[in-house]
């Protein structure tokens, strides 16, 4: 069967689904003028609902509507809501809108060019368009079974791929199939209330993690448990029977016949980038996270086929709508302005110049060679997410103060209401020495002045289209100088987010960003009187080498000919001897590693290992020895600071324990942590006031677990969060709601929409998903209302989700709103709970 | 940042020197009666002691509610000055009373406050010493963790068990189910265990007997497995019972480190509730002390 449409648009998430109602309300005009008789668009969606993203959130879940900043622009509706509230206004859209869709009708290969294109529908169907939409957002497609009647609508609700809820199956007979974590995960939660039966291809689960594989071998080994596992066996042909399901398997031994109640599938995913590579559609880098290229309309490198939403690598439900609209309406030859367009007027309303935002952003561009080369759309939506910065002198500062109210009047006034500029005076600072902030900063105009605090270092100069503040974003410390504004100059600050995802997915940018971070390292410890034209080639000799957790960047006793400076991340120092490992010093970012080498003894006393994810630059002996003849003003300081290593390093060597619990906190990964709580067990007297304190001043919500967490020689690391320099909680948090404070406490905002990723990502378990509760009642107005219906903290209320508060991530601020320091610490009586930096581990480790 | 410190050590024990200055003034304030009036609460040193102590009483007391304002002030500070000036309160006390003791309201207060400071002496006592003897105790594990270690040694020593001889295995299934651990405060602050275990044996005349007996610190259990060793006739059963004997002696280490730890936590508590009881009982005896003394001025 062949149908053959204008647009054809795959996926009803958020993005198809806008751009599938636009499509409709296009043809609904142009028929209700007599142009066409039927309508030209469809919806194809492989699930058999739409948006099945939003369909597989957590049941109840409220769904945030997330930028605020931005409005909405679809024939389609959403706001803030309960998933069930949401999924049903879009349902309501689909009919009132009159879109054409069609469900289980999974897109499988597309091919041809603009004007015709073939799309091949896993049932066989061929659909032909002459555009094609892509919206399938990032999830992917489970993998089939691929047998005889799978397809049997008669099975359709009892052969499944994924899995939500196990507690919802009871006394069933279920076959799970694969050998993956996610089927011995599924098969261990059914098998508490179900019999249940593993299909496994080969003959031991080697694809498993150490405690799934540990925890199904016991289960099933032990006769008690409903669980059982058919090796070395392939599923063959389904049937449905009077009495549930017939599953045919081909066994060592021959063919058998099962007979069950449910399949479940657990055979892996088709990831989207293999499907969309396949139809020839190019990424912009070769990294995961990398999107497909496109121009400034959507369109991707195969002309004709466009690509909306979360592939297109926006990750929010209010975009991927706006853009599905919008894409509908380029295919249409209409040029309108996207949504966003707003945004950038008020973005650059302290600009001294005014011109349309699309030519500033044009000129924005051109002036700032590294990105230059940057898709426009890439570039905009960098811009979107950065503030502009304007530093004025004198009476044009104080005209432009009053601009600058007026603005950010107007911006209150709109709802939602969009950023405006930052207006600073000439001369003011940007960011002071030691700030935790790791934002990235452009210069457009003007000139921005660096100044160090050593006394030995000159104030560097930067002017038009430099940056700077890459130091803090690459090693996650805290700024090392302080930058201030010269006059009439313009600044684009960038969100660490957005520059991360940007270094991720574009070579150009992050080779200028590596390049010119060598550069002012190699300026600051071996050559400051050096500039940075003349530090260009000895950069160029230099490498940058990544380390995972525990690989040795270099070995004890093998001769070593280079130093590394490490750029983000720690390593440990350890000496070995008949006695065994001895960790004798950690280091952090931004100091030397294995300078001896080059300064005296060639053979390595220690070996250097990273102790959490580390990158170094390494400088070899003929580079360095060039840069210490070119500039030989940092001899004596090096020299220094390699007598002292090394006097420290034996001290430590001569103290065995003192190492091992360096080595076990670096264990821990403390070597990543800025403020972490650490508690003294010889003093602790397990009251939990320090829980109390947290909950009394957090919403009555504890983000600390006292009592759980490693332990070594009477020091616990207890579960709470420690700040780490390089957040890992920060990495897919879709609103970008966590945030690193001045003073470098890591915090969660108020647009945190509860997905969870925080969660998972957190090695550290320091992040927990809670309600957050209504403001406490006083005790008079307790008097004078009556009580609250309802206990607001951590209790799961059916209706919650619909009455507005959804669950969020909650976890450690450190306290940084209160100007006593943590309350946790402070309510402490014995004085075991401290806060602690890796820095003060050391003296902690002395002192014992 | 501050490193870790004891209340003690706390500032390099800033407030033990006001403590210690604070008794001094009290002797030389003392030492100023004349040979007019002896010492006693009523002249004019007597008063100015008896105030002081009075303040410190009162202040003394406000740790119940500085301890539970979380977030506006540093507890560890005030515990370190509620140590010094609470022990420094005994001598400007007595001085203030010039230990004229008698069967009265008044002596009545100072008995009180003893008791209060003395049940303080052993509380700090515990805080000082106690978490070091539990972190030792627990080695490197939390309490959860021991009781779920416990939990699945009795998993697995039931599903031993239950290859082995009947007897043997109801033996294990009873020791596991009588074990005792925590129960009422006195079990917990003494460590008593009141474990038992049910024994299948012939008695003399060949009949078979079941008879709980002791098991305190899984002795009984452990020498009761031990002794089927030898006497294990089918193949393989010798290697499960030592398997088992194996679980069982793990069992006797954890619980010793669970009753260790439950009666370090039941101590690092129960002084509290002498403490804090004659703290409320002392303040209500000085209110009729006070009172009195100036009724019949
Ligand atoms: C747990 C969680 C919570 C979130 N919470 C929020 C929130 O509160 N607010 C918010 O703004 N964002 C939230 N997000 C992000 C939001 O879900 C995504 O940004 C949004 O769904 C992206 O929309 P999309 O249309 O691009 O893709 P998707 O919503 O992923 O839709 C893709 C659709 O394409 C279909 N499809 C895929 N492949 C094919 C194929 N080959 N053929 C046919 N159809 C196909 C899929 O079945 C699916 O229906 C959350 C994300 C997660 C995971
Ligand atoms: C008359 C004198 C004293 C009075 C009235 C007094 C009163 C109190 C009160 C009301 C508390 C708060 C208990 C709670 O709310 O949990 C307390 C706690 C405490 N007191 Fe005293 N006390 C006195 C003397 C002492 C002395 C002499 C010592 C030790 C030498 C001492 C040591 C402690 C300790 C260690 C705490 C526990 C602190 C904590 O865990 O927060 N007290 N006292
Ligand atoms: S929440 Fe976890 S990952 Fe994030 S900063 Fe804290 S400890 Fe690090
Ligand atoms: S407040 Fe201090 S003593 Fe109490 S549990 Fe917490 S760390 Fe231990």
Redesign the interface.
């Known amino acids: 069967m062949t149908l053959h449409v204008h647009i054809a648009i795959i996926g009803s998430g958020p993005a198809g689904l806008s751009a599938a109602a636009r499509a409709a309300q296009r043809d609904r005009a142009r028929m209700e003028a007599g142009e066409i008789s039927e309508p030209t668009h469809i919806l194809l969606e492989s699930f058999s609902q739409p948006a099945k993203t939003i369909q597989r959130y957590q049941k109840g879940k409220f769904v945030m509507a997330e930028p605020g900043f931005l409005h909405l622009r679809s024939d389609c509706e959403f706001g803030a809501g309960s998933r069930e509230a949401i999924l049903e206004q879009w349902q309501e859209d689909i009919a009132r809108n009159g879109i054409k869709v069609r469900y289980q009708a999974e897109v499988q290969a597309i091919t041809g060019e603009r004007g015709n294109f073939s799309l091949a529908l896993a049932n066989g169907d061929v659909v032909t368009a002459e555009v094609v939409i892509l919206a399938i957002g990032l999830e992917g497609n489970p993998r089939k079974l691929n047998i005889a009647g799978e397809g049997d609508s008669a099975l359709a609700d009892r052969v499944q791929y994924t899995l939500d809820d196990p507690e919802e199956f009871n006394g069933e007979r279920i076959v799970v199939v694969g050998a993956g974590d996610s089927a011995l995960e599924n098969a261990l939660a059914l098998s508490k209330k179900n019999h249940v039966t593993v299909i496994n291809r080969r003959a031991e689960f080697s694809r498993a993690k150490e405690a799934n594989l540990n925890a199904i071998l016991q289960a099933i080994n ?1 006769r008690r448990t409903t669980l059982d596992c058919l090796y070395e066996t392939n599923p063959a042909a389904l049937e449905a029977d009077d009495d549930g399901i017939n599953f045919a398997v081909e066994t060592p031994t021959g063919r058998k016949v099962l007979s069950c109640d449910r399949i479940i599938a657990r055979l892996g995913g088709f990831p989207p980038r293999k499907f969309i590579e396949s139809i020839g559609i190019e990424f912009s880098s070769e990294a995961i996270d990398a999107a497909p290229i496109l121009n400034g309309q959507y369109e991707s490198s195969v002309p004709g086929i466009y690509v909306v939403g979360s592939l297109a690598g926006y990750p929010l439900i209010k975009q991927a709508m706006n853009q599905g609209y919008d894409v509908v309406e380029y295919i249409h030859g209409n040029d309108i302005k996207p949504a966003d367009h707003e945004l950038l007027e008020f973005q650059f309303g302290l600009l001294p110049y005014r011109r349309p935002p699309d030519e500033l952003l044009h000129l924005f561009q051109q002036r700032i060679p590294m990105f230059s080369q940057l898709n426009v759309l890439v570039f905009r939506q960098l811009v979107i997410e950065s503030s502009i910065w304007v530093a004025l002198e004198g009476p044009s500062f104080e005209n432009t103060k009053k601009q600058a109210a007026e603005l950010a009047e107007a911006a209150a006034q709109r709802q939602p209401s969009p950023k405006t500029g930052k207006l600073i005076r000439a001369g003011e600072s940007i960011f002071q020495r030691g700030d935790y902030t790791n934002t990235f900063f452009m210069i457009v105009d003007g000139e921005v002045i660096l100044e160090r605090h050593e006394q030995s270092a000159k104030p560097v100069r930067l002017e038009r289209g430099q940056f700077f503040g890459e130091d803090s974003l690459v090693s996650g410390r805290p700024r090392e100088y302080t930058a201030v504004a010269g006059s009439d100059c313009v600044l684009v600050e960038t969100p660490r987010r957005t520059m991360i995802k940007l270094l991720n997915s574009n070579d150009q940018v992050r080779r200028g960003i590596d390049w010119i971070f060598t550069v002012r390292a190699l300026q600051k410890h071996f050559a400051p009187e050096l500039s940075p034209g003349e530090l260009r080639e000895i950069a160029q000799t230099t490498q940058l080498n990544t380390y995972q957790a525990g690989e040795p960047l270099f070995r004890q006793d093998q001769e070593g000919d280079c130093l590394h400076v490490i750029r983000r991340g720690a390593v440990t120092l350890q000496r070995s001897s008949e006695e065994g490992d001895l960790v004798v010093a950690q280091l952090q970012a931004d100091e030397l590693v294995g300078e001896m080498a080059l300064m005296g003894e060639p053979v390595r006393r220690h070996t250097a290992k990273a102790s959490v994810l580390t990158e170094t630059i390494v400088l070899h002996r003929d580079s360095f020895m060039k840069l210490v003849n070119l500039d030989s003003s940092s001899i004596s300081q090096l020299q220094a600071r390699a007598s002292k290593h090394a006097r420290t390093y034996t001290t430590m060597q001569a103290q065995a324990d003192k190492g091992s619990l360096i080595g076990f906190m670096m264990g821990e990964g403390m070597g990543e942590a800025t403020n972490a709580m ?1 508690i ?8 939990d ?1 320090c829980e ?2 947290c909950a ?2 957090h919403d009555g919500i504890s983000r600390l677990n006292r ?2 967490g ?3 020689a ?1 020091m ?1 690391l207890a579960i709470s969060c420690r700040h780490c320099e390089h957040p890992h909680c920060m990495k897919d948090c879709p609103p970008d709601a966590i945030h690193r404070a001045e003073s470098g406490e890591v915090f969660i905002d108020d647009s945190c929409i509860g997905c969870g990723n925080c969660v998972t990502h957190c090695p550290y378990d320091a992040i927990q998903l809670a309600h957050t509760p209504q403001p406490r009642q006083s005790l008079f107005s307790w008097l004078l209302k009556g009580a609250p219906d309802k206990l607001s903290i951590g209790r799961e209320d059916a209706d919650q989700g619909a009455s507005g508060a959804g669950k969020k991530a909650v976890k450690c601020d450190a ?1 940084m709103n ?1 100007a ?1 320091g943590p ?1 946790c610490v ?7 709970a ?4 890796p820095e ?1 581990l050391v ?2 480790v002395a ?1 014992q | 940042m501050k490193l870790h410190q004891s209340i003690l050590e706390y500032r390099k024990g800033r407030y033990g020197w006001w403590a210690l200055l604070l008794i001094l003034g009290a002797i030389v304030l003392f030492g100023s009666h004349n040979d007019f009036q002896p010492p006693n609460g009523g002249t004019w040193q007597g008063y100015i002691l008896g105030s002081i102590g009075l303040a410190l009483i009162v202040w003394l007391t406000t740790l119940g509610i500085v301890k539970r304002r979380y977030g506006k002030s540093n507890v560890q500070a005030w515990t370190s000055a509620h140590v010094y000036l609470g022990a420094s309160l005994l001598i400007v006390v007595s001085l203030h009373s010039a230990l004229q003791i008698g069967l009265n309201v008044h002596s009545l207060a100072y008995v009180l406050m003893c008791v209060v400071i003395f049940s303080g002496f052993v509380g700090l006592y515990f805080y000082r010493r106690y978490p070091h003897l539990m972190a030792r105790n627990r080695r490197n594990l939390s309490q959860r963790q021991l009781f779920s270690e416990l939990n699945d040694l009795n998993q697995k020593g039931r599903a031993l068990a239950k290859r082995c001889h009947p007897n043997l295995a109801s033996a294990v299934d009873t020791a596991i189910d009588r074990t005792a651990i925590g129960g009422g405060l006195l079990d917990q602050l003494l460590g008593r265990d009141g474990s038992t275990v049910v024994l299948i044996e012939k008695d003399k005349k060949g009949g078979v007997q079941r008879r709980p007996v002791s098991n305190r610190d899984q002795q009984t259990i452990i020498g009761y497995v031990a002794k089927c060793i030898p006497r294990a006739r089918k193949q393989g059963e010798a290697a499960n019972i030592q398997s088992l004997l194996e679980v069982v002696c793990r069992r006797q280490t954890v619980t010793r480190q669970l009753r260790q730890d439950i009666k370090f936590n039941a101590c690092l508590k129960v002084w509290l509730w002498v403490h804090v009881p004659f703290t409320i009982a002392l303040l209500a005896a000085l209110t009729i002390h006070i009172l009195s003394v100036f009724y019949y001025w």
């Open positions: 032990d650490v003294d067990e010889s003093l602790c007297i397990g009251c006031h109390k304190a009394d001043t009592s759980e490693p332990s070594f009477q616990h306290c209160f006593n309350a402070n309510a402490c009586p014995t004085g075991a401290a806060r602690l930096a003060h003296k902690l002192k």
